[in-house]
């Protein structure tokens, strides 16, 4: 499967994205890129899946993921690396490293930022907690309060980036962990409720920050039956958040979902399933003028063999 079987171009107006603005070629001189990866439910998913038959065998491996990651910012001038929660947990290097090997190896791929999932919470606090110097880049958590454990004051609930004058605040929201978590291993952490906190965080990257775009990284899951908060919901109930990118469900979505505001805000919601399988990829392009969104090309990049150029 090539690279380019996968782009999905949305035009100005097109499969129900309304960003307006005109045509790149038209605006390029004064155009601004940006271009924003992530990942979710990586599961300590090290190497590829044998390629044995099964579903996704030969899919994944974190080397071409950073082969893939290189390249992409080789070509583009503004890149953004960001992971959804559930780094930990599902193969045999988190049993005997601990987390260690995961978080090296985001490092040396230049992660940007990331959320906290419940599995991350597999080995306590105190296992995460010797984790973190192995992480160079920063875990965002807003709805998770740590000030009555050996956490404290290590998380930050949200970080600008700047790229080119455009501002992005990001912000993370993680899972309620009361029944997926023993609480053994997230003592005295608090949950607070995640649309709540999400306002909280719009109105301070909006109003206080003066950011142009606020992208929220999800380890809440897409979409429930029973009501509970999701990805889809928060997008419904909290207007300013421009991108939710999510994990938690596992769900592969092959473009993000949009949900429009009777104000004509639009939210994108995406996810990528899990192990590592693909790599989200959105390209926003903004006005120099305005800072504002003028278009936007989404593509689901499989990691399979080495990526070549098509």
């Not at 079987?5 to 949305?10: E, G, I, R």
């Not at 690396?81 to 930990?88: N, S, T």
């Not at 190896?105 to 973190?132: C, I, P, R, V, W």
Request: charged fraction near 20%.
């Amino acid at each position: 499967m090539r690279r380019r079987d996968f782009l999905k171009t949305t035009a100005v107006g097109a499969a129900g994205i309304s960003l307006m603005g005109v045509p790149f070629s038209a605006e390029a001189a004064q155009s601004i890129n940006l271009t924003i990866l992530h990942t979710n439910d990586q599961h300590s998913r090290i190497d590829p899946f044998p390629d044995d038959g099964r579903k996704y065998g030969g899919m994944g491996g974190m080397a071409r993921r950073a082969t893939l990651i290189e390249q992409i910012r080789k070509e583009e001038p503004n890149v953004l690396l960001f992971d959804c929660g559930d780094i930990w947990q599902g193969t045999p290097y988190f049993n005997f490293f601990g987390g260690e090997l995961e978080y090296k190896l985001m490092s040396q791929m230049k992660y940007d930022a990331a959320t906290l999932g419940n599995h991350d919470f597999d080995n306590g606090l105190e296992g995460l907690e010797k984790m973190l110097p192995h992480a160079r880049f920063p875990f965002l958590s807003a709805n998770y309060d740590f000030s009555k454990t050996i956490l404290q004051n290590r998380f930050a609930p949200y970080k600008v980036f700047q790229k080119q004058g455009v501002r992005i605040g990001v912000f993370g929201l993680g899972i309620e962990l009361e029944g997926l978590v023993g609480k053994k291993q997230y003592g005295e952490t608090a949950y607070l409720d995640p649309v709540a906190t999400a306002r909280e965080m719009v109105q301070e990257l909006r109003q206080n920050q003066k950011c142009n775009m606020v992208v929220c990284l999800s380890h809440l899951g897409y979409k429930y039956e029973d009501g509970k908060v999701s990805d889809v919901t928060l997008a419904q109930a909290v207007e300013g958040i421009d991108l939710i990118l999510g994990g938690h469900t596992h769900t592969f979505l092959d473009a993000p979902e949009l949900v429009r505001h009777a104000s004509g805000h639009e939210t994108l919601v995406n996810q990528v399933g899990w192990s590592g399988i693909f790599l989200g990829r959105l390209d926003f392009t903004f006005s120099k003028k305005t800072m504002q969104k003028t278009s936007l090309k989404t593509a689901l990049l499989p990691i399979s063999r080495p990526v070549t150029a098509s």
